[in-house]
């Protein structure tokens, strides 16, 4: 009998998050504060984990998921790409209470400057919106070993929901090991409602 490939020990991390204001691709996505609990196992390249957060919407309170990914590297390239199955917590309304994501990111260190690339594609999202592609480009500049300044652009295209472009600007400090603090400007090129307005959103996120 064929031995088994031996996997690579597990290296397990847990994520949590208390933000100000809840932000997804560049929209508000919660009234008031947001939390977001985020576990990870990695075996080597491959991943799997889950997150929760509470949201502000018409259909639902929050959000869980599930998701695989990989993570390596690729020709000097640091590549991530994450497939996730989302499920609406304390659903309520007439419209779907899952939807399907797609995410893939590329950035390259480049001494103290790193350019990062992103594109989230869903083909049924939550609400009334379906079929929806965001895009975003931009890059973080280290300043110190615990100080770093970023500023990134993109766009939204939706089905069942307006096209928006959004840009933000923020700054990261790192007082200690396992916290990380951000602080971040947040504007799109749209006015008609709250979601879309700009907005300062301070960000506390402690690593496990």
């Not at 749209?190 to 960000?203: F, P, Q, S, T």
């Amino acid at each position: 009998m064929a031995a088994m490939p031996d996997l690579p020990p597990p290296d397990p991390t847990l994520e949590v998050q208390l933000a100000s204001q809840g932000i997804s691709k560049g929209l508000r996505q919660t009234d008031g504060a947001q939390w977001l609990v985020r576990g990870e196992l990695a075996f080597g390249p491959a991943l799997i984990g889950a997150n929760a957060r509470n949201v502000t919407a018409a259909d639902r309170e929050g959000e869980f998921a599930g998701f695989l990914g990989w993570r390596g590297s690729m020709e000097g390239f640091r590549v991530e790409a994450i497939a996730a199955a989302k499920f609406a917590l304390d659903p309520h309304g007439p419209t779907r209470d899952y939807a399907f994501e797609a995410t893939a990111t590329v950035t390259r260190a480049l001494g103290a400057l790193t350019p990062r690339i992103t594109l989230v594609w869903s083909p049924d999202d939550f609400g009334s919106t379906r079929q929806t592609l965001f895009a975003e480009a931009g890059a973080s500049l280290r300043l110190s070993s615990r100080l770093g300044v970023g500023a990134f652009a993109g766009g939204r295209a939706r089905s069942g929901g307006p096209d928006y472009a959004v840009w933000n600007v923020g700054l990261t400090w790192r007082p200690l090991r396992r916290v990380t603090l951000d602080l971040r400007y947040y504007e799109t090129d749209r006015g008609i409602g709250a979601d879309y307005r700009a907005r300062l959103v301070g960000v506390l996120r402690l690593h496990f």
